[in-house]
T-cell receptor
Framework: IAGITQAPTSQILAAGRRMTLRCTQD?????MYWYRQDLGLGLRLIHY???????GKGEVPDGYSVSRANTDDFPLTLASAVPSQTSVYFC?????????????FGPGTRLTVL | GQNIDQPTEMTATEGAIVQINCTYQ??????LFWYQQHAGEAPTFLSY??LDGLEEKGRFSSFLSRSKGYSYLLLKELQMKDSASYLC??????????WGAGTKLIIKP
């Protein structure tokens, strides 16, 4: 089934630990995105990639890193987790970057940092 | 700064019509999206407006007025499954997507 998968579905993590959230799409989309969603706030862009091999910083990149080694995968790494990174994380993709394309979202990862 | 305003929560009755408003102040405008998000699920695309006017798609319609910085999503013949959050998002002059906090719509029988 075409779409975006994310893993894990949920995770409880001790502060200071390293964590990688995985995201894979099989739609051959060029652009991919990582958002966090917190209660009362809109989706906030963490990092994005307009094509394999390139990445860019979004609105809230501090404490997060990404890589885009190929078209399908776009992992998000928290080097040393802090409680303020407790959130729901959504990965999304679109046929191209540049904003006017519809974005398709994965099911999300609920992360709790204690 | 960039800002998108939507009501936090609305309540409507099954079978009725509801209008969810979105006003925006952004650096430029290159289009506006509406997404639907059921609780605990991912946002899914509903509509895209870039020109003024009304776009109709079944029970859902979306309206845009660029001069007023205003859009609305109109839902007709409400069904219980329409209970969800509705997210407004604007593409700014840098082609970045700016998201509103969303409107939680509660449908009552």
């Amino acid at each position: 089934i075409a779409g975006i998968t994310q893993a894990p579905t949920s995770q409880i993590l001790a502060a200071g630990r390293r964590m990688t959230l995985r995201c894979t799409q099989d739609m051959r989309h060029n652009a991919m995105y990582w958002y966090r969603q917190d209660l009362g706030l809109g989706l906030r862009l963490i990092h994005y990639s307009n094509t394999a091999g390139t990445t860019g910083k979004g609105e809230v990149p501090d404490g997060y890193s990404v890589s885009r080694a190929n078209t399908d995968d776009f992992p998000l790494t928290l080097a040393s987790a802090v409680p303020s990174q407790t959130s729901v994380y959504f990965c999304a993709s679109s046929p191209s970057g540049g904003g006017t394309d519809t974005q398709y979202f994965g099911p999300g990862t609920r992360l709790t940092v204690l | 700064g960039q800002n998108i305003d939507q009501p936090t929560e609305m309540t409507a009755t099954e079978g009725a019509i509801v209008q969810i408003n979105c006003t925006y102040q952004t650096s430029g405008f290159n289009g506006l999206f509406w997404y639907q998000q059921h609780a605990g699920e991912a946002p899914t695309f509903l509509s895209y407006n870039v020109l003024d006017g009304l776009e109709e798609k079944g029970r859902f319609s979306s309206f845009l007025s660029r001069s007023k910085g205003y859009s609305y999503l109109l839902l007709k013949e409400l069904q219980m499954k329409d209970s969800a959050s509705y997210l407004c998002a604007v593409i700014d002059s840098n082609y970045q997507l700016i998201w509103g906090a969303g409107t939680k719509l509660i449908i009552k029988p």
